[in-house]
C-alpha cells in the first residue's frame, strides 16, 4: 500500500512536471511569434518609409 501511494506520488510530481513543461513551451512559442510579428512590422515600416523616399526623389 505505501509503495503504491509512492508511485502514485512520483507519477502526479512528473505529471506536473510535464505540464511544466508544457506550459513553458507555449509560453516560448508565443514570444516567438510575437517577435516574428515584430520584425513583419518593422519589414513593413522599412519597405513604406524605402517607398516613401524613392516617390519623392522621382517626383522632385
Known sequence: ?????????????????????????????LLLLFLLLLLLQLLLLLVVLLLHIYCYYNYS
Open 1 to 29: 500500500m505505501l509503495l503504491l501511494l509512492l508511485l502514485l506520488q512520483q507519477l502526479l510530481i512528473l505529471l506536473l512536471l510535464l505540464l511544466l513543461l508544457l506550459l513553458l513551451l507555449i509560453l516560448l512559442l
